[in-house]
């Protein structure tokens, strides 16, 4: 099994020290190149944390948006923690388009406020289990589609979603010890393959 980690910007090299204590591999993907070159082979895609408009930006740039896209569409297991849960949005309130654009929720960006706004807490995840959750700036999932499944809520806001092959946090589970949620990704990668 090898899970690609979008790697243009933000906390990528956090998820691949959870993915190796997982005993999983992982691939840095910073270009349409690494993109290519390991598509045929990944068995997921994580799209970190960092700041959504650079990675959206850049995802343009470098011509990965459309390919990603198609994938994630065609079926490839993706985990969006904060910023890319942002990616992932069919819409966001506070800007006229979207990124990837293939997650049928609405998020506003920013949501917990300013780097002073950043807190912890633990919480039920369902299908996971109790587990901490680190916000730093994080968005809110403000409404889902009929086809989304919550699976926690924090101070009654959805904080973690998943729809089809796609999971998403606002908050940065690789900021903790804890690897759940990461073992929860990876057996979604593995019922796909």
Do not use: W
Request: proline content about 3%; some cysteine; charged content about 20%.
């Amino acid at each position: 099994m090898k899970i690609g980690i979008l790697a243009l910007q933000g906390a990528f090299a956090e998820h691949a020290k959870v993915l190796e204590k997982l005993g999983v591999v992982s691939v840095e993907i910073r270009n349409l190149e690494d993109f290519q070159q390991h598509q045929s082979d990944l068995s997921g895609l994580i799209l970190p944390g960092g700041e959504s408009t650079t990675m959206g930006k850049l995802l343009r740039d470098q011509q990965m948006l459309i390919p990603i896209r198609e994938a994630i569409s065609s079926g490839l297991p993706v985990f969006g923690t904060c910023a890319g849960l942002i990616l992932l949005a069919k819409e966001i309130t506070s800007q006229e388009e979207s990124h990837l654009g293939t997650m049928d929720i609405v998020v506003e960006r920013n949501a917990y406020g300013r780097q002073l706004g950043s807190f912890y807490t633990e919480a039920e995840c369902k299908g996971v289990g109790q587990i901490p959750m680190t916000f730093i700036r994080g968005p809110i999932i403000s409404e889902v589609g009929k086809d989304v499944d919550v699976l926690a809520v924090v101070n009654n806001q959805i904080v973690a979603a998943q729809e089809k092959n796609m999971l998403v946090t606002s908050f940065h589970p690789e900021l903790t010890d804890d690897v759940l949620l990461h073992q929860y990704f990876i057996n979604m990668c593995k019922e796909k393959s």
